[in-house]
């Protein structure tokens, strides 16, 4: 019988015959002597942000602040407080960022007012905690100087900079003041005025902010200023002083749209508007990690004529109430 069925048949009723001897025999099935290589490849594409800087003190992350760390150890910190007094504090401690972002004003400090009565401070912490959102879907470490309305001097800003030693150092501001009208949207950024990748970055910042705000609206403010540049102080140095504070990182001051502008202030008043901003700021920090291009918008630097005013000191600041020290 065997022998009158066709070759085929006959090869695949011989195998099962084999089969059925080696379960006997072995007690399992010759398929289970093949090995399954699982596919191990990683299919995941390196982060351009690398790893985290850890050249600074590093600070310590305390019930939402960042507390700059200015000596102590494991337990008993000496940081900065936001009002740029000294505390001793426990709490977990935040090695080193790959970008520290620095949402302009907070408290009482508001900023520039629009004319809706939006408050610029709200805006910059918004733009500022989007933007730190996005940057951490790259893969990025991110800090920002203030994480609600607390406010910060700008000593302690500078030295969050300083202490987390991030690859770039961000303040985000929205401008105020008189302007003339403009076909495209009135971004100013400013960088170190000695730090060549600072001035690189504000360039490809600035490209990436006029792009992102210029579907938006037709009509815009701007004036001469508008541009990368650095601002030069009576000393020859850096005029704000989150700028000069953070010597040493890469760090700029960027004033995104003019909330003096009244058609400008409404359109901060909407969140794809915003979140277009921080993904503006999002997308110029990959870029600029990514290749060596340069941007545009460069201006002569600007010698400041009057005083930056009595903002970001100390005077009248009150720390949280957990950082006081008791009568």
């Given at each position: 019988?065997?022998?009158?069925?066709?070759?085929?048949?006959?090869?695949?009723?011989?195998?099962?015959?084999?089969?059925?001897?080696?379960w006997?025999?072995?007690?399992?099935?010759?398929?289970?002597?093949?090995?399954?290589?699982?596919?191990?490849?990683d299919?995941?594409?390196?982060?351009?942000?690398?790893?985290?800087?850890?050249?600074?003190?590093?600070?310590?992350?305390?019930?939402?602040?960042?507390?700059?760390?200015?000596?102590?150890?494991?337990?008993?910190?000496?940081?900065?407080?936001?009002?740029?007094?000294?505390?001793?504090?426990?709490?977990?401690?935040?090695?080193?960022?790959h970008v520290?972002i620095d949402?302009?004003?907070?408290?009482?400090?508001?900023?520039?007012?629009?004319?809706?009565?939006?408050?610029?401070?709200?805006?910059?912490?918004?733009?500022?905690?989007?933007?730190?959102?996005?940057?951490?879907?790259?893969?990025?470490?991110?800090?920002?100087?203030?994480?609600?309305?607390?406010?910060?001097?700008?000593?302690?800003?500078?030295?969050?900079?300083?202490?987390?030693?991030?690859?770039?150092?961000?303040?985000?501001?929205?401008?105020?003041?008189?302007?003339?009208?403009?076909?495209?949207?009135?971004?100013?950024?400013?960088?170190?005025?000695?730090?060549?990748?600072?001035?690189?970055?504000?360039?490809?910042?600035?490209?990436?902010?006029?792009?992102?705000?210029?579907?938006?609206?037709?009509?815009?403010?701007?004036?001469?200023?508008?541009?990368?540049?650095?601002?030069?102080?009576?000393?020859?140095?850096?005029?704000?002083?989150?700028?000069?504070?953070?010597?040493?990182?890469?760090?700029?001051?960027?004033?995104?749209?003019y909330?003096?502008?009244?058609?400008?202030?409404?359109?901060?008043?909407?969140?794809?508007?915003?979140?277009?901003?921080?993904?503006?700021?999002?997308?110029?920090?990959?870029?600029?990690?990514?290749?060596?291009?340069?941007?545009?918008?460069?201006?002569?630097?600007?010698?400041?004529?009057e005083?930056?005013?009595?903002?970001?000191?100390?005077?009248?600041?009150?720390?949280?109430?957990?950082?006081r020290?008791?009568?």
């Amino acid at each position: 019988m065997f022998a009158r069925l066709p070759p085929l048949a006959r090869l695949a009723l011989a195998s099962l015959v084999l089969i059925a001897l080696a379960w006997a025999i072995f007690g399992r099935s010759v398929e289970d002597d093949i090995a399954v290589v699982p596919d191990t490849t990683d299919t995941t594409e390196p982060s351009v942000f690398g790893p985290v800087p850890t050249s600074g003190a590093g600070a310590v992350l305390l019930e939402g602040l960042v507390l700059p760390i200015t000596g102590g150890s494991d337990g008993a910190w000496t940081v900065l407080t936001p009002c740029a007094n000294t505390a001793t504090v426990d709490g977990e401690r935040l090695t080193g960022a790959h970008v520290v972002i620095d949402p302009g004003h907070g408290g009482r400090e508001t900023g520039a007012i629009g004319p809706s009565g939006v408050v610029e401070a709200e805006l910059n912490l918004d733009v500022a905690l989007k933007a730190k959102a996005l940057l951490e879907e790259e893969g990025a470490t991110v800090a920002l100087t203030r994480n609600d309305d607390t406010r910060v001097t700008l000593e302690t800003r500078a030295a969050i900079a300083q202490g987390l030693a991030p690859l770039l150092f961000i303040s985000i501001h929205h401008n105020g003041g008189p302007t003339r009208t403009a076909d495209r949207p009135g971004v100013q950024v400013y960088h170190q005025h000695q730090t060549p990748e600072s001035a690189r970055f504000a360039g490809v910042l600035f490209e990436q902010l006029q792009e992102a705000m210029a579907p938006f609206s037709d009509t815009w403010s701007g004036g001469n200023a508008t541009g990368v540049r650095s601002r030069l102080g009576e000393d020859g140095g850096d005029f704000y002083g989150v700028l000069r504070g953070s010597e040493g990182v890469p760090a700029v001051l960027a004033e995104a749209m003019y909330m003096s502008h009244e058609p400008e202030a409404s359109l901060l008043l909407r969140d794809d508007v915003r979140q277009a901003e921080a993904q503006a700021i999002t997308d110029a920090i990959v870029a600029w990690l990514e290749s060596p291009y340069a941007g545009s918008g460069y201006l002569p630097p600007l010698q400041a004529t009057e005083s930056a005013g009595g903002g970001g000191g100390s005077a009248g600041c009150e720390d949280p109430e957990l950082l006081r020290t008791p009568a």
